[in-house]
C-alpha cells in the first residue's frame, strides 16, 4: 500500500501531536509489490503485496522505547503513542544516548519508471516467458525471481517539520540455469527501469555459462590462485562489511578491523567507497535517523580509513555520524563500489597459470569472528584455469578463509565490474547493490 | 466485520471467480523484545502487525494477494489480484497442481500460558537482564555481554473454499544471553542460553522463570575465560560427541532442510538450494545408521514448531522420517504430497500473511537413544566434545557441511580433559548420519525452539524446533579456526 507523501506527512504530524511533548521519530516504510518465482522451468509462485511499516521511537530523560506497526489509521496510531508514553518511565536510563538529530533540510526524491511503477504482472510474465524459452531450446532447467515494485520510505521527528522522503520504482531478476549433469549458472540484473531488462541476451549469456559448466570434475582441495568474479568478490566483501566495518563489534574489539583504521592492511590496489548516492543504481539519500547521505571512502591504498557510525553509536563512542543506520537492519555499508584496475576480464584470465575461476559463494557463514575467518561453497561455475584458458568445469568446493587476508595480497583486478545487487529481503522491499569488479588472488583456502 | 466474516467474503468472492481452490488467512502478530548490550538496555520494542492473505488456484496455478487492511473493498481487491496473479501463471505453468481431496478440518489450538509476558511488568524483565548482566561480569575476564529477550502472541484464522476452518493461537517467550571474555589478543563467547535467537518456546513468561538463568551465570563466565587460555581445537580425524544443542542444528540443516519436498522438487533452487535426496529413495536410503531415529512431530505441547493445522489446514501430525536409518517420508504439503500420492504432514506454513505458504520443519526431532550420556562418554576412548554452535554453512544440496561450535573438550579414557576452543567439524550429511555409533538416552533429551530458519523468496524466518540427546559420531574431520 502506498501512502503518498502527503499522508505519511499527516501520519508524521499526528504521532507528534500525539507523542508531545516528549520527542519522538518516526520512520515510515510501504511497498506494493509483485514478485514471481520460477523452478523446475514453470512459473510456480505468484505473489503481490501491499504493506506499510511505521516505526515510532520515543525519547525523554535518557529513556528510549520504540514500535513498529502496520496500522497506520489515526486511532490505532493513537494508542500505540499511548502505550509508548506509559512505557517510556518504566525504561532503564541509558548514559550513552543521545536525542535523535535535527532534520535540516527536507529531501524529496523520487525516481519512478513507468513501465516498472504500474506493476502490471502481464510484464513480468512476458519476459519470464523469453526466459523460460531459451532455456528450454537448450534442455536448460530454470530456477529464479523476478520482481517489481514501488516503495516509499521516509523519516520526521519532532525537533524540525522537515521531511526526509524517498519514493522509487525498482524491479530485480536472478536465475539460476541448471542442465541434468550437474552443470549450472547464475545471473543477477537490477534497475529502476523493466524495460532495461533485455532479456534476450540475459538468457542467452547464462544459457553459455551453463553449457560451459556442464560435467564438472573434481580436484583436490587445497589453497590456489583464484580469479573472484564480481557476485564472488561482493559475497566476500559483505560478509567483511558486516563483520569488520559496523561500529559495535569494531568499537567492542570483536571485529578483525578493530583498532586498524589508518593501518595498511590490505593490498595497496584495493580501495572500497560506500557511495549510496550513487544515481546509476540504487540509492538511499538519508538514513533512519534522517541524516543526509554521502560517500565514505572505506578502502584507500589499502588502508582501513574510515568504518561505519550511525548517530547512536557515533554519540556513544566520540565519533562523527556517518548516517548508516539501515531500516531495521544494523549499522553497515550498503552501498560499496571498489575501484576498478586497468586488466580486461580476459586477460585476468589469460595472465593465470594455474588457478581457479570462482562465479559466486553459496552460504557463507563466519568460522571465526575476530580472526574474520569465512566458510562457504562455490556454486554456479567453478572452473579450473590452466595456462590462461579454462580447461573444465569444478565440482563445489569449500572454502575456509581469512576474508582480511584474502584481499591483503592481490595480484590484479579487472577493469570491467558490475553492480552484484541484493535481492533477498525479509521484511520490507529494500533493493541495494555493490559495483565489484573481478579480482585475481595469489591464494585462496578451499578446505574440502 | 469480524475476521471471519471477512476471510468468508474473500473465499466467496475467489470461487465466484471460477477458482478451483481459494483460501484466505488472517494473521496478527503482537511482539515485544528488549535487547541489551554490556548492560544497558538499548532497545525496547513492541510490534503489532495484521492482514490478510488470499490463495487461489486457477487452471492448476497459484495466485497470490496479500493486504494490510482489512477493509472489505481491499480485500476484494486482493482477491482480484490474486486472480489475476494465477491468470498469468497459468500459461507459463508445465504441470496442473492438483490438491487432492482431504476432509474438511475445523478446530482450533491454542499454547499454555500460565503468565502472560506481555502483563509481567518492564521492570521484571529489565531486572532480569540486569541479574544475569551483574553475575557474569562478577567474573573480571567477561568485558562484553549481549542479551535479547522477546515474546509474541500470534492469531491465525484460516479459511478455504472446502469448507476447512481452523484458527492457531499462541504466545512465544525465548531469551538469548551471551557472555564474551576478552583479553588482548582473543574474544571468546558463551551462551547461558539459547544460541540462534533464544531458545523459544510457546508458553509464557514462566518459561523464562523456569530455567533458572542466574544460577548458572557464574559456570558460563568461568568457561568463557577458559576458552581465552585453552589452546585451538587439533586437527584430525577422530570420534565427536556432540551435546544436544549442536545435534540439534545438525538435524535442522542436514535432515530437516533435505527432507522438504518442495526442495527436493526444486522449487528453492535459486535459494536456498535443493537436496541431495529423490523421491525414489523413500524405503530403501540408508540415511544414517540403524540406532537413528528421526520423527517429524508437530504435536508436542507447547514446542515451538507445534502447532494444531499447517497453512493448508491439514492436522498437526507424527511421522517417522527415517527409521532404523532408512529414509521412511519427507516434510510435505499437500501440492507436493500429491507428486508422489501421499497425504500432506502437514508442514505448509508461512511466516506471516504477506506470504505464501512453504514447507517448514515444524518440529524434526532425534529420538533418544538406550544409553545414558554418562555411559557413552565412558565409553569412548579418544575424541572430542562440543557443545553450543557458533557458526553453519551447507551446500546447495545439503551434503557438504561445516559446522562450529563455542566450547570443546578432549574425551580421553571416557573422561572429559582438556579444553579446545573455536572447534569445527566437517562432513557429508549420510556419511557422517552412518557413522553414528551411539544416541544418549531421553534423560538429556530436550527441545530446541529455532525462530529464525530462512526460506523462500520474499524471505521467511520460520520457527521451528529440534528434540536431541548428544550423540557420538566417529572418524570425523575436526579441526580449529
Known amino acids: ?448 | 466485520m469480524n475476521e471471519e466474516k471477512l476471510l468468508e467474503k474473500a473465499v466467496s468472492f475467489c470461487t465466484g471467480q471460477g477458482v478451483e481452490y481459494a483460501d484466505a488467512r488472517f494473521v496478527s502478530w503482537e511482539e515485544e523484545s528488549l535487547v541489551q548490550s554490556n548492560g544497558v538496555i538499548e532497545n525496547i520494542n513492541r510490534n503489532t502487525n495484521s492482514g490478510i492473505g488470499v490463495r487461489v488456484l486457477l487452471k492448476g496455478a497459484w495466485g497470490f494477494a496479500a493486504t494490510l487492511s482489512q477493509d472489505e473493498k481491499n480485500i476484494i481487491q486482493a482477491c482480484e489480484s490474486a486472480v489475476a496473479m494465477a491468470q498469468v501463471s497459468a500459461p507459463l505453468s508445465l504441470h496442473s497442481i492438483d490438491l487432492k481431496k482431504m476432509p474438511k478440518a475445523t478446530g482450533t489450538y491454542s499454547s499454555r500460558r500460565d503468565k502472560d509476558p506481555f502483563k509481567v511488568p518492564l521492570s521484571e524483565k529489565v531486572d532480569l537482564l540486569n541479574a544475569l548482566h551483574g553475575e557474569l561480569i562478577k567474573n573480571k575476564t567477561i568485558k562484553l555481554t549481549d542479551a535479547y529477550l522477546h515474546f509474541a502472541k500470534v492469531n491465525k484464522h484460516f479459511l478455504n473454499s472446502e469448507g476447512s476452518c481452523v484458527q492457531n493461537s499462541w504466545t512465544e517467550s525465548g531469551i538469548e544471553y551471551a557472555a564474551k571474555a576478552q583479553n588482548e589478543k582473543d574474544t571468546q563467547s558463551r551462551h547461558l542460553i539459547g544460541w540462534h535467537g533464544g531458545n523459544v518456546k510457546k508458553r509464557g513468561w514462566e518459561w523464562i522463570e523456569e530455567q533458572n538463568l542466574v544460577s548458572q551465570a557464574e559456570r558460563v563466565a568461568a568457561e568463557a575465560e577458559a576458552l581465552l587460555k585453552a589452546p585451538s581445537c587439533p586437527t584430525k580425524k577422530t570420534t565427536v560427541i556432540l551435546h544436544s544443542s549442536q545435534m540439534a542444528l545438525q538435524v535442522h540443516e542436514s535432515v530437516g532442510h533435505p527432507l522438504e519436498l518442495d526442495r527436493i522438487f526444486g522449487s528453492e533452487a535459486s535459494y536456498a538450494g535443493r537436496s541431495f535426496v529423490n523421491p525414489d529413495m523413500r524405503g530403501t536410503f540408508q540415511y544414517a545408521a540403524p540406532i537413528v531415529n528421526i520423527t517429524l512431530d508437530s504435536t508436542i505441547p507447547n514446542e515451538l514448531g507445534t502447532c494444531g493445522f499447517d497453512d493448508d489446514g491439514v492436522p498437526a501430525q507424527r511421522v517417522p522420517l527415517i527409521k532404523k536409518g532408512i529414509l521412511q517420508n519427507f516434510l510435505t504439503s499437500r501440492e507436493y504430497a500429491a507428486k508422489i500420492g501421499l497425504p500432506s504432514n502437514a508442514c505448509n506454513i508461512a511466516s506471516s500473511w504477506n506470504r505464501l505458504p512453504v514447507i517448514r520443519m515444524t518440529g524434526v526431532h532425534l529420538e533418544p537413544g538406550d544409553i545414558s550420556f554418562e555411559k557413552l562418554l565412558e565409553s569412548t576412548e579418544d575424541g572430542i566434545y562440543m557443545e553450543t554452535n557458533k557458526s553453519w554453512s551447507i551446500d546447495d544440496v545439503r551434503l557438504n557441511f561445516q559446522f562450529g561450535c563455542e566450547w570443546a573438550r578432549e574425551i580421553k579414557n571416557g573422561k572429559l580433559g582438556k579444553i579446545y576452543k573455536n572447534p569445527n567439524y566437517q562432513g557429508i550429511t549420510p556419511e557422517f548420519w552412518k557413522s553414528c555409533t551411539g544416541i544418549a538416552d531421553k534423560k538429556s533429551w530436550r527441545v530446541w525452539g529455532i525462530p529464525n530458519c530462512g526460506k523462500g523468496e520474499p524471505g521467511q524466518t520460520g520457527r521451528v524446533c529440534h528434540g536431541a540427546s548428544p550423540a557420538r559420531f566417529q572418524n570425523v574431520a575436526v579441526f580449529g579456526t
Request: glycine letters at 6%; one cysteine or more.
Open chain 1, 1 to 448: 500500500m502506498l501512502l503518498g507523501k502527503e499522508k505519511i506527512q499527516d501520519i508524521i504530524q499526528n504521532i507528534k501531536k500525539y507523542a508531545a511533548p516528549d520527542p519522538v521519530e518516526i520512520r515510515i516504510q510501504s511497498e506494493r509489490s509483485l514478485l514471481m518465482r520460477m523452478s523446475s522451468s514453470q512459473l510456480h509462485q505468484n505473489t503481490r503485496e501491499d504493506n506499510v511499516l511505521i516505526h515510532i521511537l520515543l525519547y525523554g530523560d535518557q529513556k528510549k522505547v520504540a514500535l513498529s506497526t502496520n496500522h497506520w489509521e489515526a486511532h490505532k496510531l493513537k494508542a500505540e503513542v499511548e502505550y509508548l508514553k506509559k512505557t517510556l518511565p518504566f525504561a532503564p536510563k541509558d548514559k550513552d544516548l543521545s536525542l535523535f538529530p535535527q532534520i535540516k533540510s527536507s529531501i524529496d526524491f523520487r525516481k519512478l519508471c513507468d513501465d516498472t511503477a504500474r506493476l502490471d504482472p502481464a510484464d513480468l510474465g512476458k519476459k519470464i516467458e523469453i526466459l523460460l524459452e531459451k532455456a528450454k531450446n537448450n534442455q536448460i532447467i530454470v530456477a529464479g525471481v523476478l520482481s517489481a515494485g514501488v516503495t516509499e520510505c521516509a523519516v520526521g521527528n519532532s525537533l524540525s517539520d522537515h521531511l526526509c522522503y524517498q519514493s522509487t520504482a525498482d524491479a530485480s531478476l536472478t536465475t539460476v540455469f541448471e542442465t541434468d549433469d550437474d552443470g549450472s549458472s547464475w545471473g543477477s540484473w537490477a534497475g529502476s527501469s523493466l524495460h532495461d531488462l533485455d532479456i534476450n541476451s540475459y538468457s542467452e549469456n547464462l544459457v553459455k555459462r551453463c553449457l560451459l559448466a556442464k560435467k564438472p570434475q573434481d580436484i583436490k582441495a587445497g589453497s590456489y590462485p583464484v580469479i573472484l568474479e564480481s557476485e564472488a568478490t561482493s559475497d566476500l566483501l559483505m560478509f567483511l562489511g558486516w563483520l569488520g566495518l559496523q561500529p559495535k563489534s569494531f568499537e567492542e574489539g570483536t571485529s578483525p578491523l578493530s583498532g586498524k583504521v589508518g593501518k595498511k592492511i590490505f593490498d595497496e590496489k584495493f580501495n572500497v567507497v560506500d557511495d549510496p548516492v550513487d544515481e546509476t543504481e540504487f540509492y538511499q539519500h538519508f538514513d533512519a535517523y534522517g541524516e543526509k547521505k554521502k560517500p565514505l571512502t572505506l578502502i584507500e591504498n589499502g588502508i582501513l580509513k574510515n568504518i561505519c557510525y550511525n548517530h547512536y553509536y557515533a554519540h556513544k563512542y566520540k565519533k562523527k555520524s556517518t548516517a548508516h543506520e539501515t531500516f531495521g537492519w544494523g549499522v553497515y555499508p550498503t552501498h560499496v563500489h571498489v575501484r576498478p584496475g586497468t586488466t580486461s576480464h580476459e586477460e585476468l584470465i589469460k595472465s593465470l597459470e594455474r588457478g581457479i575461476l570462482v562465479t559466486r559463494f553459496h552460504y557463507i557463514n563466519v568460522s571465526n569472528r575476530k580472526a574474520g575467518v569465512l566458510t562457504g561453497v562455490t556454486k554456479d561455475g567453478t572452473f579450473l584455469i590452466e595456462n590462461g584458458k579454462i580447461k573444465h568445469p569444478v565440482r563445489k568446493l569449500r572454502f575456509t578463509q581469512n576474508v582480511v587476508e584474502a584481499f591483503s595480497k592481490i595480484d590484479d583486478i579487472s577493469s570491467d565490474g558490475r553492480y552484484v545487487p541484493e535481492t533477498s529481503f525479509y521484511q520490507g522491499r529494500y533493493l541495494t547493490s555493490q559495483w565489484c569488479p573481478n579480482f585475481r588472488l595469489p591464494a585462496f583456502n578451499f578446505s574440502s
